[in-house]
C-alpha cells in the first residue's frame, strides 16, 4: 500500500526547499515578491514551479503548477492541496502548452536550465499560452559583467534531496525520476529583453533587480 504524504511532511519539505534554493538566488524573497505582484490576474502559471514556491505566494483564483519532477509536483501537490493544480510537463520540448490559457506566467530560478535555442522557442510558447494583455515575469541570476560568486548552497541541497529520496510516500515518485542536464545559462537581462521582444512581446522591461538577481516583465500585447 502507498503512503500519503502527509501534510506536515510535504510542507516541511517544502519550506525545506524554498530556505536551500536562497544561495542559488540571492535575494530570492524580494524577487519572488515582484513576481507574486506582477502575476495578479484569474489564471497563473508558476512554470517549472518545483515544490510550488511561487505558486505559495499568489493569491490568484487559480494556481498552475508545472514541473517536470514527479517528487516536486508530489510535494507541492501535498502542500498546497486545492489551493493549486498540478501539471507534469517537460518544457524541454514544445507541446506542454497545448489548449492552455493564463493571464500571468511566472518563472524564478528555472529558466537557466535551457540554453539559448531552446529558451528563446520557450518563450514565444510562453507568448502562446497568454491570453491578450497577459504578462510573463522571469526572476533569476542575469548578470552584467563578471558574475558575483554564488553562495555555496550545494551540501544543504544534497541533504534535502537525500531526506526526500528517502521518504516513503515519494518512493513511487523517486522512481519515476529522470536526473536532467542544466545548461546553466545565465545571459545578461538585455539578452532575456531582446529574446521577449523577439518573440512577440511588448512592453519588455527590466523591472527590478538587486545585484546579479533581476526580474523582467514582458507582456502578450494581443
Ligand atoms: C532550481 S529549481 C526552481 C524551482 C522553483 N521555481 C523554485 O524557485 O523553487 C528548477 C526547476 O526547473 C525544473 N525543470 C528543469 N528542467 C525542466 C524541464 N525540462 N521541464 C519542466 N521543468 C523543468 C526542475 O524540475 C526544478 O523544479
Not at 83 to 105: C, T
Request: net charge negative; glycine share 10%; proline share 5%.
Amino acid at each position: 500500500m502507498t503512503t500519503q504524504l502527509s501534510f506536515a511532511d510535504a510542507e516541511r519539505l517544502r519550506r525545506g526547499w524554498d530556505v536551500r534554493q536562497e544561495p542559488f538566488l540571492p535575494h530570492r524573497h524580494e524577487a519572488f515578491a515582484v513576481l507574486a505582484d506582477v502575476a495578479v490576474g484569474r489564471r497563473a502559471l508558476d512554470l517549472a514551479g518545483g515544490t510550488g514556491s511561487i505558486a505559495s505566494r499568489l493569491a490568484n483564483a487559480e494556481v498552475t503548477v508545472l514541473d517536470v519532477d514527479p517528487v516536486l509536483l508530489a510535494i507541492a501537490r501535498a502542500a498546497l492541496g486545492d489551493r493549486v493544480s498540478v501539471v507534469s510537463a517537460d518544457l524541454g520540448a514544445p507541446g506542454w502548452g497545448a489548449g492552455r490559457e493564463f493571464d500571468a506566467v511566472v518563472a524564478g530560478t528555472a529558466l537557466h536550465c535551457f540554453g539559448p535555442d531552446r529558451l528563446r522557442e520557450l518563450y514565444r510558447e510562453v507568448h502562446d499560452v497568454l491570453a491578450p494583455g497577459g504578462v510573463f515575469a522571469n526572476a533569476d541570476r542575469m548578470p552584467e559583467g563578471t558574475p558575483a560568486a554564488s553562495g555555496d548552497g550545494l551540501a544543504g541541497w544534497h541533504e534535502w534531496w537525500a531526506e526526500a529520496l528517502a521518504h516513503p510516500a515519494l518512493a513511487e515518485a523517486a522512481r519515476d525520476r529522470v536526473d536532467g542536464e542544466s545548461a546553466d545559462f545565465y545571459p545578461p537581462a538585455s539578452w532575456h529583453v531582446d529574446a521577449l521582444r523577439a518573440a512577440g512581446f511588448g512592453e519588455v522591461e527590466v523591472r527590478w533587480r538587486r545585484d546579479d538577481t533581476a526580474v523582467v516583465v514582458a507582456r502578450r500585447m494581443r
